[in-house]
């Protein structure tokens, strides 16, 4: 039980590492802030290539996804569209769900995942997305 936490926290610590990474080779800052309300979502402004993550923020959802998501909006996404995007587990359509996919795919490059449902597990994706992850998984294998 141990070995497995201490394997899970390390990778997830390499996995967060990476997104940095990605965020400043694509002149992308990430703000962390922990002194924010839970109800805030994190929050992306394109004009300005930001990133806010509320270690506050009240959702099951992972750091490592929430931040792929919003890596996404910025690599990915129309940016055109939004003055800002905030953070919605349940955003199922538009830019929402193409920064939704982008993250699973973004991730799972990073890290391969053994099976669709220790990805579910380790990045507490929303099960609503299952369907895009076996997707993506399929690809891999
Ligand atoms: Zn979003």
Known sequence: MIDNYFKE?????????TLQNIATKN???????????????????PSIKAIMMNFNFSTKVSYNFRLAHELSHLLYGDTSLQDVYRFCE??????????HKNAVKMLMKIKQPTSVETFMNFYDVPSWLEEYVEAEYSLLS
């Open 9 to 17: 926290f390390v990778l997830d610590e390499e996995i967060q590492e």
């Open 27 to 45: 002149g992308i800052k990430i703000i962390d802030v922990d002194d924010v309300k839970s109800n805030v979502p994190d929050t992306t402004w």
């Open 90 to 99: 349940f955003g199922k359509r538009g830019e929402e769900l193409l920064a």
